[in-house]
Nanobody, 117 residues
Framework: QVQLVESGGGLVQAGGSLRLSCVASGSIFGVNVMNWYRQAPGKQRELVAGLTSGGSTNYADSVKARFTISRDNAMNTVYLQMNSLRPEDTAVYYC???????????WGQGTQVTVSS
């Protein structure tokens, strides 16, 4: 089992910045993908940014050049630096880690990000 604890959400004005953190604990050996998803009210959960153990990243088009995903070397903490925030970025943000070899996915409890106009 892997436990994920997110932090860093909050209320910010448009144009502002926030940094989300997600700490993984437990059986983290084998985690090879770390992602951030978000879900806005009435919308489906969407992938915001992903990062592999090899260092490859991918971003949703809507956040490219504004958000940056990073991690510590031990793959037990993943960050999402969010700059130039927009009201449409308002959502609950979820941390997700994957152990692809075992087809396992783990999710955090989510952290609310609210961007006011």
């Amino acid at each position: 089992q892997v436990q994920l604890v997110e932090s860093g959400g909050g209320l910010v004005q448009a144009g502002g910045s926030l940094r989300l953190s997600c700490v993984a604990s437990g059986s983290i050996f084998g985690v090879n993908v770390m992602n951030w998803y978000r879900q806005a009210p009435g919308k489906q959960r969407e992938l915001v940014a992903g990062l592999t153990s090899g260092g490859s990243t991918n971003y949703a088009d809507s956040v490219k050049a504004r958000f940056t995903i990073s991690r510590d070397n031990a793959m037990n903490t993943v960050y999402l630096q969010m700059n130039s925030l927009r009201p449409e970025d308002t959502a609950v943000y979820y941390c997700n880690v994957r152990i692809s070899a075992l087809l396992l996915d783990y999710w955090g409890q989510g952290t609310q990000v609210t961007v006011s106009s």
